[in-house]
């Protein structure tokens, strides 16, 4: 996904504006009422596979689209715009593709990328565990080798598409350190010594399962190993990167949504004889909204160059995350507030928009780490230089 080729330009804007449109017609229409109910969005997920939205940065090889970051971050954005969770649904797949395209061996990309690129299966990536979140060194799940397998046991949290994934990129513990598995299943609650938990209650990023998966004495082959033993971490931090400025353009999707809600209703509200976008309180709040959405966006951009022309990035990937969650939870409030009562209301996708930004502070390392990142990594290269 990084170094490859880029993308013409004009390729590029016909994908994100496909999927733009395709957003405005299928998903906008549905995607409250389905996350008002938790509804997993089957058929958008079957239309994303048509679209070929699976293998988007998958290498034509293989049987993916080919396509450069900047579309991809382009079109996570559309997405977002319509409902986060397709963000998610695709994300958390091409993580996983991502691992093996980056770091698998020939055998194994031939044999899991054709499949993966169309999205059967789908993939998930399982680094969390119950006490080993932002402290990856806790990692407790263990992987010990017998023979031609591996036995796992060990639980992981929080992992997004746990259920559905056919293909779970697997940080456990072995001799050498954490090292990095490839897990087949079967999608479903239960598959030979590996359960998934009922999904976790949450206050928004609904309509996709995040479960804990328990492991109990499950095999997997010698093969399912990725990467060198021991070096699992760096690896998935790496995949991380591509993965912070996607949530980085997430955000960005989200804050877009809900800057033009607000933008849209300032000019119809009425209140003491004149739309409230002309009170000057309600233009100062649009003003700063779209100050922060323009800011976000460009170093979101910004960051997926350095990332594409195989620059390192770790700082700025985790500048854009961090200036873009914390921009879109601004603007989703905001945008409630120039909404007034109806902002509050479940009539209005607002409320939506409210409680799916906070899970971009979170998530893919919170912002609390990202400073930490972006600090540690201006020291370094402060140091180098
Ligand atoms: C909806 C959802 C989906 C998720 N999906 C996935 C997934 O698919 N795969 C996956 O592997 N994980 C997933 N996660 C897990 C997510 O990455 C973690 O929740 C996140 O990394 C934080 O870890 P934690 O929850 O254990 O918080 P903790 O690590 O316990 O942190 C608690 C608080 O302490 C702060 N903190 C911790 N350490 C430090 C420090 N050294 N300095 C300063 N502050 C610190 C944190 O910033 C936070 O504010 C998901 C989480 C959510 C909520």
């Known amino acids: 996904m990084n170094t490859e080729a880029p993308t013409d330009p004009a390729l590029r804007e016909e994908m994100i504006a496909t999927v733009r449109k395709w957003v405005a017609r299928e998903v906008i229409p ?113 992987a010990v080798r017998d023979g031609d397998e591996w036995i796992v046991n060990g639980t992981k949290a929080w992992v997004t598409n746990g259920e559905r994934a056919g293909i779970v990129a697997l940080a456990a513990r072995t001799e050498e350190g954490v090292s990095a598995f490839i897990v087949e299943k079967e999608p479903g609650p239960a598959f030979e010594g590996l359960s998934t938990s009922k999904n976790v209650g949450k206050l928004g990023y609904r309509g996709i399962e995040t479960v804990e998966m328990a492991y109990v004495d499950h095999r997997i082959p010698a093969d399912a190993l990725v990467g060198e033993p021991g070096r699992g971490l760096p690896q998935i931090l790496s995949v991380l990167e591509v993965g ?46 779209a100050t922060k959405l323009e800011a976000a966006r460009l170093l979101t951009r910004s960051a997926a160059e350095r990332k594409q022309a195989g620059l390192r990035c770790d700082v700025e990937a985790g500048m854009a995350k961090l200036f873009a969650s914390e921009a879109a939870f601004e603007i989703a409030t905001e945008s409630m507030r120039i ?34 990142v972006i600090a540690r990594g201006l020291l370094a290269r402060a140091t180098e230089t």
Not at 260 to 287: C, N, S
Not at 348 to 363: Q, S, T
């Open 30 to 142: 549905v995607a409250s009422d389905l996350e008002h109910v938790d509804a997993y969005p089957h058929d958008l997920v079957e239309q994303m596979k048509e679209m070929g939205l699976f293998g988007i940065t998958m290498p034509e090889e293989y049987g993916g689209l080919g396509l450069d970051l900047l579309t991809y971050i382009g079109v996570i954005e559309e997405l977002a715009y319509g409902w986060m969770t397709l963000s998610g649904v695709l994300n958390t797949h091409t993580m996983c593709a991502t691992l093996i395209k980056t770091y698998g061996t020939a055998a194994q990309k031939e044999r899991w990328l054709p499949p993966m690129v169309t999205g059967t299966p789908r993939g998930a990536l399982s680094l969390s565990e119950p006490d080993a979140g932002t402290d990856t060194r806790n990692i407790a799940c263990r």
């Open 244 to 289: 912070r400025i996607n949530i980085a353009a997430r955000a960005v999707g989200v804050a877009r949504a809900a800057f033009d809600a607000a933008l849209a209703y300032a000019q119809q509200r009425v209140t003491m004889g004149k739309p409230i976008g002309e009170h000057q309180a309600i233009q100062l709040k649009l003003a700063d909204m």
């Open 339 to 372: 909404h007034g009562g109806v902002g509050y209301t479940t009539d209005l996708p607002v409320e939506r928009y409210f409680r799916d930004a906070p899970l971009m502070i979170i998530g893919e390392g919170t912002n609390e780490i990202q400073r930490i």
